[in-house]
């Protein structure tokens, strides 16, 4: 009926973690590919472009004063030092995007996620991948082709202290098969995305439709 209220949605920070060589990566790519309504987090960093990086799409490059007065002034969502430079999520573009009913997703590791949610618990749905076995972790990492034997062992090293944060997390997806997992992640978006806190006006609407004040 013309007029009733109209029920808006706020957006989700939607958060995926896992050990290197578990898919998260190919995951994040299937979800953007397939939802129009889901956005990747920029990040921000204080290291140089490299070549055919653009601002605002591949980074937000910032100096090491800049990135540090956001910080400081609560402009940042997380944010870590990775060998010498700073890494971060800028604030602002986030809540613009989740007040404009839009997803953004997040790649990154538990360090970050435990950021988050220090910070924006209420907007934050965090899915932690793991892999079916120890075995097939390492073989994927092996068939990459990437990696000598030495990397290899410090990248398995570095699999189970991610790993030992799974439980931190709000669910957990074993990825055996890539298109159940897709399929898994995109069902816990959906879901998510109907809780009653997020649709906006839905008091309203009920409130309409039953005459009441």
């Given at each position: 009926?013309?007029?009733?209220?109209?029920?808006?949605?706020?957006?989700?920070?939607?958060?995926?973690?896992?050990?290197?060589?578990?898919?998260?990566?190919?995951?994040?790519?299937?979800?953007?590919?397939?939802?129009?309504?889901?956005?990747?987090?920029?990040?921000?960093?204080?290291?140089?472009?490299?070549?055919?990086?653009?601002?605002?799409?591949?980074?937000?490059?910032?100096?090491?004063?800049?990135?540090?007065?956001?910080?400081?002034?609560?402009?940042?969502?997380?944010?870590?030092?990775?060998?010498?430079?700073?890494?971060?999520?800028?604030?602002?573009?986030?809540?613009?995007?989740?007040?404009?009913?839009?997803?953004?997703?997040?790649?990154?590791?538990?360090?970050?996620?435990?950021?988050?949610?220090?910070?924006?618990?209420?907007?934050?749905?965090?899915?932690?991948?793991?892999?079916?076995?120890?075995?097939?972790?390492?073989?994927?990492?092996?068939?990459?082709?990437?990696?000598?034997?030495?990397?290899?062992?410090?990248?398995?090293?570095?699999?189970?202290?991610e790993m030992s944060h799974w439980a931190e997390y709000d669910y957990a997806?074993?990825?055996?098969?890539?298109e159940e997992s897709v399929g898994a992640v995109s069902a816990i978006l959906?879901?998510?995305?109907?809780?009653?806190?997020?649709?906006?006006?839905?008091?309203?609407?009920?409130?309409?439709?039953?005459?009441?004040?």
């Amino acid at each position: 009926m013309a007029g009733d209220p109209e029920i808006h949605r706020r957006g989700v920070m939607f958060v995926l973690s896992s050990p290197s060589g578990a898919g998260k990566t190919t995951i994040c790519k299937r979800l953007l590919a397939q939802d129009d309504a889901l956005t990747l987090s920029v990040s921000a960093t204080t290291r140089a472009p490299r070549p055919g990086e653009q601002e605002g799409v591949d980074y937000f490059f910032k100096t090491e004063d800049e990135f540090l007065d956001l910080e400081r002034n609560g402009g940042m969502l997380e944010h870590a030092r990775v060998f010498g430079n700073l890494y971060g999520t800028p604030r602002a573009p986030v809540e613009e995007a989740l007040q404009g009913g839009h997803d953004v997703l997040f790649d990154i590791d538990w360090q970050g996620t435990q950021q988050l949610a220090e910070r924006a618990r209420e907007d934050l749905v965090s899915v932690f991948i793991l892999p079916p076995s120890v075995a097939d972790l390492e073989q994927r990492l092996r068939d990459r082709g990437q990696d000598d034997a030495e990397t290899i062992k410090k990248r398995m090293n570095e699999a189970f202290q991610e790993m030992s944060h799974w439980a931190e997390y709000d669910y957990a997806v074993v990825n055996r098969d890539l298109e159940e997992s897709v399929g898994a992640v995109s069902a816990i978006l959906r879901a998510e995305r109907l809780r009653r806190p997020r649709q906006t006006g839905l008091a309203e609407f009920v409130n309409a439709m039953r005459g009441a004040d």
